[in-house]
């Protein structure tokens, strides 16, 4: 059964105008299933004070509404972290779980 949470949509546009305005967020990647050939998929939440949390949904609306963006760890969800993340490095555990951790 699905977890009940305040939650909010955000589309890669969304995204850039948080970036473009200089609006702070952070961002994490939940772990949601697995592809048939056995590869991690994650979704992305941006979080920002003071705010719900925001799920990445594609920019296309399809019949049933906004659908989450789902990412494979490579190239996907790397790509979209180096240019859409918050700015810390990823690490990932033996559970396929991500963390991110300040650069330094």
Known sequence: M???RNQILITIDGVKDLSEKGI???????LVGFTD???PRYQCI???????EAI??????????PEPR?????????????EFGDGRD?????DY???LEERG
């Open 46 to 52: 941006y979080l920002r004070i003071g705010e719900p």
């Open 70 to 82: 789902y990412f494979n760890i490579w190239p996907g969800l790397f790509k979209h972290h180096l």
């Open 56 to 65: 990445l949904v594609s920019t296309r609306i399809t019949p049933h509404g």
């Open 2 to 4: 699905p977890i009940a």
């Open 90 to 94: 990823l690490r990932f555990g033996p």
């Open 37 to 39: 050939d056995g590869k």
């Open 97 to 99: 779980s991500i963390t």
């Open 24 to 30: 702070a967020f952070r961002c994490r990647y939940e």
